[in-house]
């Protein structure tokens, strides 16, 4: 096994514990030995030597910690969040069952982790694992709901990483809609180190939502690799409530002619807060469609990174393609660096970009204003509007009023800069 | 409640200067409106008839150097435009701004519950409110679809007027401010925003259509006209100074007005 030196002690510490208290077959141990082989040759992704993945996120608040693992029973499905009308899946996956087989097969496939430290030390921690799988040419809808809810470890004094994981597996003709949640107590700075791989069959339609609801004070790294073949459709809608530093790293490879993904997003960060959303987009194959929408909301000195990535490959002609980032800034302070890129090397495509940040218009809050609303009333109802555009693309309505309020309660008005 | 009198107007503006930025635009306004009648101020492109009524309205981009507007006995200069709306102060945009993601009917009511609540009364009822809304669109035969959609979203220039009647109409204001309201509106469009105001018009209440046409004063007739000229009022007269507007241009006026 690995004996080679480290600089991550605590993490090879916890990594060996976990394999001994939680042994399981084989390939299991081995892909988690991988997982730390890598992450301790390559350690925390940093923005040195023009690496562009990170070249607006510092990492080392997460670095320099030394995170243990907290060792608490996996099965926390239950958590503050309300159920939606959704049934839990358990994060305690069995690797042994009926299911193992198709874990084995598709673990760790989507979600290299080759030149991704953080993707590596997940895969290191291997051990929470919800499951979501329909079987082949089951077409009848599954609704289902994901919750890694963190909870206090138990020692106060010490500051815990937990790396969840997440494989969704939707069959051929599969109709399945789930609900990822990330939530944990309010104060510590804990750490969550989280991968999903999903991957979408032929013919089969998958809508995923992803809500972190964390800590203001934690740090969150969520990594989302998702595969899908001919003709499938995958709509995705990502909202993030402000941590103390949330990275949402997510990948979708559309790889079979008449794919189509809906890549959707609302995050809000308030003071002392950073967020980096990277999407990226692989037109693989022609007749593809992508949408990419991401919003942000940006109050007191936070900042927002966006990197948006579409790439058309040579042969992926007739590929329809648009992505755009806008961002609201509710303060002078409050910073966004916004990239939405194309790479297009077929020459019959359709493809857009676009971003924005600006702070709300001057003659739209007189408009309101003029009408007897004050300012605050007029602000509130501003920011919840540009909201709504990305909540309103949540089918399942006990959901979509959630995020409604969710966002409406945390989103505060201090005082609001007037642009002209 | 009203702090008027019979003998008081509703809407008196004395001296009024204000320009943008460093250019001067209004150059000494003087105007007294009484409940009941409606004013037009015409004049021609540039001349402050347009400041004038966002000016009364409180749009932040002006500011005010000299002069005073009293409203139902108060500074209305002094208060906050939502004050102003509250109080009964409407101003229908020339320009109406979209506003993607705000149901029309979560704007009227915040509008209608704000000024209420200025009041003293209480919010609006949800029930209360739709047949509110619902009584008014029929009264400005405005399409009940365009009230299920956001503020003026992809709405069309027409769309947009008809849209500020609406809201108008379930504001109830005493002092209506038209900002250029016919401009951009078809004949049928025209006639429709125009018998919109003529159903709100009554005893208590009064309009100010800005203009820079006399067809809108086809349909509404006006009690006083005046005609604005490099930020002041030249020439007030009835109805027929529209006519002769219309006929003579503006030239005539500033003939006249270098003249005096």
Redesign the interface.
């Known amino acids: 096994m690995t004996q080679a030196p480290t600089r991550h002690e605590r993490y090879f510490a916890d990594h060996q514990a976990l394999a001994a208290a939680s042994p399981g077959p084989a390939w299991l141990d081995t892909l988690r030995a991988a997982g730390w082989e890598r992450f301790n040759a390559i350690g925390f992704p940093t923005a040195r030597r023009g690496n562009e993945r990170w070249k607006y996120t510092a990492v080392a608040p997460i670095a320099r910690v030394n995170f243990a693992y907290p060792f608490l029973p996996p099965d926390n499905v239950g958590g503050p969040e309300p159920d939606f009308g959704f049934a839990a899946v358990s994060a305690a996956a069995d690797f042994d069952g009926e299911t193992g087989d198709a874990i084995r097969q598709h673990l760790g496939r989507l979600a290299s982790f080759e030149d991704d430290g953080f993707a590596a030390l997940n895969t290191a921690f291997l051990r929470d694992v919800a499951v979501v799988r329909v079987p082949d040419g089951s077409g009848a809808p599954v609704a289902v709901r994901v919750n890694h809810a963190a909870t206090d470890g138990p020692d106060v004094e010490q500051r815990y990483a937990r790396h969840p994981r997440t494989l969704i597996l939707a069959g051929r003709n599969a109709n399945l809609t789930v609900i990822e949640t990330y939530t944990g107590p309010p104060g510590p700075r804990y750490f969550t180190n989280a991968v999903t791989e999903i991957v979408v069959s032929e013919g089969a339609q998958v809508d995923h939502y992803r809500l972190l609801n964390e800590s203001p004070a934690a740090y969150h790294v969520g990594v989302t690799r998702v595969h899908q073949a001919r003709d499938s459709s995958f709509s995705s809608a990502s909202f993030a409530l402000g941590t103390a530093l949330a990275r949402n790293d997510f990948a979708v490879t559309l790889d079979g002619p008449g794919a189509y993904c809906s890549l959707n997003g609302l995050y809000y960060t308030g003071q002392g807060q950073h967020i980096d959303n990277l999407i990226s987009i692989d037109h693989a194959q022609p007749h593809c469609t992508s949408r990419l929408n991401y919003k942000g909301i940006l109050d007191g000195n936070s900042r927002a990174v966006f990197g948006g990535e579409v790439l058309v490959r040579r042969n992926a002609q007739k590929s329809d393609a648009q992505q755009t980032d806008k961002n609201l800034l509710l303060s002078e302070d409050a910073e966004v660096d916004s990239k939405p890129s194309l790479l297009i090397y077929a020459d019959d495509v359709q493809c857009s970009h676009g971003a924005t940040a600006g702070q709300i218009d001057?003659?739209?809050l007189?408009?309101?204003?003029?009408?007897?609303?004050?300012?605050a009333?007029?602000s509130r109802?501003?920011i919840?509007?540009?909201?709504?555009?990305i909540v309103n693309t949540v089918k399942p309505q006990p959901l979509r009023d959630y995020l409604d309020s969710l966002f409406d309660r945390n989103i505060a008005v201090k005082t609001l800069p007037?642009g002209r | 409640m009203t702090k008027m009198t019979n003998n008081n107007p509703l809407l008196s503006v004395r001296g009024l200067h204000a320009s943008a930025g460093d250019l001067e635009i209004l150059n000494g306004v003087d105007l007294e409106v009484n409940a009941g009648e409606v004013h037009a101020i015409m004049g021609p492109n540039g001349s402050g008839k347009s400041t004038l009524a966002n000016v009364l309205a409180g749009r932040p981009d002006y500011t005010v150097t000299a002069g005073q507007a009293i409203y139902d006995g108060e500074d209305l200069l002094a208060l906050e435009p939502e004050i102003r709306a509250r109080m009964g102060v409407f101003l229908a945009f020339q320009y109406p701004v979209e506003l993607p993601g705000v149901r029309a009917w979560q704007f009227l009511k915040a509008g209608v519950d704000a000024r209420r609540q200025h009041h003293g009364e209480e919010e609006l009822s949800a029930r209360d409110f739709d047949r509110l809304l619902r009584e008014k669109v029929q009264m400005v035969e405005i399409d009940p679809e365009l009230v299920r959609r956001a503020v003026n979203e992809g709405f069309s220039g027409g769309e947009k007027k008809r849209n500020e009647i609406l809201q108008m109409a379930v504001l109830e204001p005493r002092l209506a401010l038209l900002d250029e309201t016919d401009s951009g509106l078809d004949i049928d469009a025209l006639r429709i925003v125009s018998d919109g105001v003529n159903k709100l018009r009554s005893q208590d209440n009064a309009t100010v259509l800005v203009t820079h046409y006399q067809r809108m004063l086809n349909y509404i007739r006006p009690d006083k006209v005046h005609v604005l000229l490099d930020g002041r009022i030249v020439r007030s007269g009835g109805p027929e100074l529209a006519l002769e507007l219309e006929e003579k241009g503006y030239d005539w006026i500033r003939e006249a007005a270098s003249y005096e």
């Open positions: 001057a003659q739209t007189f408009y309101l204003r003029s009408r007897g609303l004050d300012l009333a007029a109802m501003l919840s509007a540009f909201a709504r555009e007037v």
